[in-house]
């Protein structure tokens, strides 16, 4: 069996969560995910990963419902050995694709929302002022503008952060459920596209036996997780009771 096979046999004992997970638990975010893979220690910030992927892919894990979320498992391995000398076009990508694909789209989705006015503006009036769609889109639109010529390590960073948050801020806002796939898959899309720059460079492979040390660690602790998961039902099952038993 192939390293890749192993590593497709793996993404079936993980889950991915918010957070940087637990790694005992099996429950990882997709950068913890590639610093196990690098046999780096349990961190979201691992040394193999671009910092402009790791910004996007953490916004978009933190941010997308559970189910989806699920399908960044296998841009973990591709995401080994990324930070290399590749993030302004990586940046550039970003750029086009919010000016060209995202930004277009969201003028024509939430132009009819706003007709529709209510839920919108009930969707927005719990946010900080720079978590708000418009504030988000004029950020978005304003780096589109400029050019790339004095861009630092820090401002591709800040694209990143930036078309990852308004396209999560879509997610969660969109009025249909074919508009909410349309943009997380929009942030899927986005992630195949970052990890493939500088792809045809050499990276680092998943050695085989790491994965299959993780593999028999959650099934080591697989019964122990079960027995505790039977505990923890049981006893909400006694709170449950306390209001009936006291009467």
Not at 214 to 231: G, H, K
Not at 237 to 246: A, D, E, G, H, M
Request: proline letters at 4%; aromatic letters at 4%.
């Amino acid at each position: 069996m192939t390293t890749d096979a192993n590593v497709e046999r793996l993404y079936q004992q993980i889950e991915l969560v918010r957070g940087v997970g637990d790694r005992g638990r099996g429950q990882l975010c997709v950068m913890s995910f590639v610093a196990f893979l690098a046999g780096e220690g349990h961190t979201d910030n691992p040394l193999t990963a671009s910092a402009l992927i790791r910004r996007f892919a953490m916004t978009i894990n933190d941010e997308m419902p559970d189910v989806m979320r699920q399908r960044l498992k296998a841009f973990a391995p591709r995401i080994l050995g990324t930070r290399d000398a590749h993030d302004l076009a990586r940046t550039r990508l970003l750029i086009e694709a919010a000016r060209t694909e995202l930004l277009p789209r969201i003028r024509a989705d939430f132009a009819e929302a706003a007709r529709s006015g209510a839920r919108v503006a009930r969707a927005m009036s719990g946010q900080r002022r720079a978590d708000r769609l418009p504030e988000l889109c004029e950020q978005v639109a304003s780096m589109a503008s400029h050019g790339c010529n004095l861009w630092n390590a820090q401002t591709c960073e800040d694209v990143a952060s930036a078309v990852a948050r308004l396209i999560s801020r879509c997610g969660h806002m969109a009025m249909t459920p074919a508009q909410r796939d349309w943009y997380w898959l929009k942030g899927i899309d986005l992630l195949d596209r970052l990890t493939d720059v500088g792809a045809d460079e050499a990276r680092p492979a998943v050695p085989a036996e790491r994965v299959a040390a993780m593999e028999a660690f959650l099934r080591q602790r697989q019964p122990i997780m079960q027995r505790r998961a039977r505990t923890v039902a049981a006893f909400a099952r006694v709170r449950s009771l306390i209001p009936v038993l006291t009467r």
